[in-house]
């Protein structure tokens, strides 16, 4: 399929799951006239008609044999719903050869699209490394998202092309590693939210109330954070490990194992990659590290706190 070949002619994408991404996505494809929208499948008929009036187009259908002829398919639903969904597109015969189909998943390969590939359609994903939360707003902000995309090339050639037209800057991903692609993104945003959680649980327990924690800690996080970009990791590293401070260290392992052993195992595993960046850091002495090497691994430091 040729992309967008003139401008009087914008092919039909249909959207099966139209949740914050896809209303997101249509409303941006809709507004922009890359896309025209065509059928919109949710679980419930009113989910569907929401998401229609949100994105100004489109026709809310209930069922997959509803769907009118399109060129591109978007498979919004859940990942765990991904496989049934296609199979059930193919088996509605409404996908044909030639079409394109994509899921947005940044866990998940295009792999899991092979039944569309196998009566010839085209395969891809596409993930776009920005949170959803709130739809109106990722409307206003996608442009200079970031989308990691993989799958067929000429499935590719009509996806680039629709999300760089919306401000997306795409690059490739090796499908093969796609799950530690994900994991990446996780660490670094779920997982930055829930050690902030730990933060503040640790500020608990030593008497500070959480609304002041949150104060204290909204400067120095915006801070660090801006530190990584701006110096990379080893130079925006900064505390105990940084110096090379393993009484001070010893301490708070000791005073975490004494109350809660599951932080203080965090603590050590983390550590054990500051220890890392402060090698790279040089600042600190290299005994001091191998010090905190000891400190920081679970049987080791039973016997020189023993």
């Not at 991404?21 to 494809?29: D, E, I, M, Q, Y």
């Not at 489109?58 to 639903?77: H, I, N, R, S, Y």
Request: glycine fraction near 8%.
């Amino acid at each position: 399929m040729t992309p967008f070949p003139s401008a009087t002619h914008s092919p039909t994408i249909n959207i099966i799951g139209c949740g914050k991404v896809g209303k997101t996505l249509g409303h941006l494809w809709q507004q922009a006239g890359i896309f025209r929208l065509g059928g919109i499948l949710n679980r419930t008929p009113a989910s569907s008609a929401e998401a229609v009036t949100f994105m100004q187009a489109g026709q809310a259908v209930t069922d997959m044999a509803e769907l009118p002829a399109a060129e591109v398919f978007l498979l919004g639903c859940a990942d765990n719903h991904l496989a049934a969904c296609c199979t059930e597109l193919v088996a509605s015969r409404v996908l044909q050869a030639g079409n394109s189909v994509f899921h947005c998943s940044g866990a998940l390969s295009s792999a899991l699209l092979e039944p569309a590939r196998a009566i010839g359609a085209h395969i891809a994903s596409i993930h776009p490394v920005k949170s959803f939360a709130d739809p109106r707003q990722a409307v206003q902000d996608f442009a200079g998202t970031f989308c990691g995309m993989e799958g067929d090339t000429a499935a590719l050639a009509v996806l680039e092309t629709a999300f760089t037209r919306i401000g997306a800057r795409c690059f490739p991903l090796n499908a093969e590693h796609k799950t530690l692609y994900h994991t990446a993104s996780v660490i670094a945003c779920n997982y930055l939210v829930a050690l902030q959680e730990v933060s503040l649980q640790t500020f608990a327990q030593a008497g500070v109330e959480r609304e002041l924690a949150m104060q204290i800690l909204q400067p120095i996080v915006a801070g660090t954070v801006s530190n990584i970009f701006r110096l990379d990791t080893a130079q925006a590293l900064t505390g105990p490990i940084a110096r090379g401070d393993h009484t001070v260290v010893a301490q708070q392992i000791a005073a975490l194992e004494a109350w809660r052993g599951d932080h203080a195992a965090l603590y050590r595993l983390l550590g054990q990659v500051a220890v890392e960046l402060s090698r790279q850091q040089g600042h600190a002495q290299t005994g001091d590290l191998q010090t905190l090497q000891q400190l920081l691994a679970i049987e080791a430091f039973t016997k020189l706190t023993g």
